[in-house]
């Protein structure tokens, strides 16, 4: 895809796409973090008045990610809505919708903190809700980074909604989100497009990869000898 950079973390070959998610393609899995489908109606249902759309412009980003990769599953890790309240009718009929769009698709959601108090989704969406684990050839999935599992090499979360910023001689930048990679965790950013960030800061060993202005840029070159080549 235009924009993304391929890397490989460990034995793991992994692209990172600018539209904020990670395809493997050795197993046709599309991976992305912290939708927060509803969150604007959450906002509304608590009389603070936010645009409308964000659920919906989400939805097609993901849809163009699906497109472009071919890809047989989407992986959910973790925070699919925000609370009860983004559970409106506006977006049962957006997800509805979407599944339609992509009957042959299979989704996986791992529940995340925001997702737990909801209860069973509409099987209509045919989402399968998936434990914390392995995933397929011993990389494993989560939302929270901190509970990863034991004997892991690697494992694919969000929860943070990890930035940086990032400052020169001259200028300073806002928050740029980014991918993180830190102690066997590759953490995601959140696609969400009605959601906030958090400044990361990364040690040398670890991998930052930011997106900006379309693109997925390595940044800062990693120092330590095990786990990370980038190509183009």
Not at 121 to 136: I, K, N, Q, R, Y
Not at 203 to 227: F, H, L, M, N
């Amino acid at each position: 895809m235009s924009g993304s950079v391929k890397i490989r973390l460990l034995d793991y070959e992994l692209e990172l796409l600018p539209e904020k998610g990670v395809y493997w393609s050795q197993h046709h899995a599309l991976f992305i973090a912290d939708t927060h489908f509803g969150k604007e109606a959450t906002f509304r249902f608590h009389n603070i008045p936010v645009p409308d759309g964000s659920t919906a412009g989400t939805l097609r980003v993901i849809t163009k990610m699906v497109q472009e990769t071919s890809a047989e599953s989407l992986v959910i890790l973790g925070d699919m809505f925000h609370a009860r309240s983004s559970l409106s009718t506006k977006t049962h009929e957006q997800l509805l919708e979407f599944r339609q769009q992509h009957p042959e698709l299979k989704i996986k959601l791992v529940l995340g903190n925001h997702d737990r108090p909801l209860g069973s989704l509409p099987a209509s969406w045919e989402v399968d809700v998936v434990p914390v684990g392995e995933f397929a050839d011993g990389l494993a999935i989560g939302h929270e980074p901190e509970n990863i599992p034991k004997d892991v090499a690697l494992m694919l979360c969000g929860h943070l909604h990890p930035a940086v910023r990032l400052t020169s001689v001259v200028d300073r930048t806002s928050r740029l989100p980014c991918f993180w990679w830190h102690k066997k965790r590759l953490v995601l950013p959140a696609i969400g497009g009605f959601t906030g960030c958090s400044t990361i800061q990364p040690k040398p060993t670890d991998g930052v990869w930011v997106i900006a202005e379309g693109k997925v840029i390595a940044y800062p070159q990693r120092k330590s000898k095990d786990s990370n080549k980038t190509s183009p």
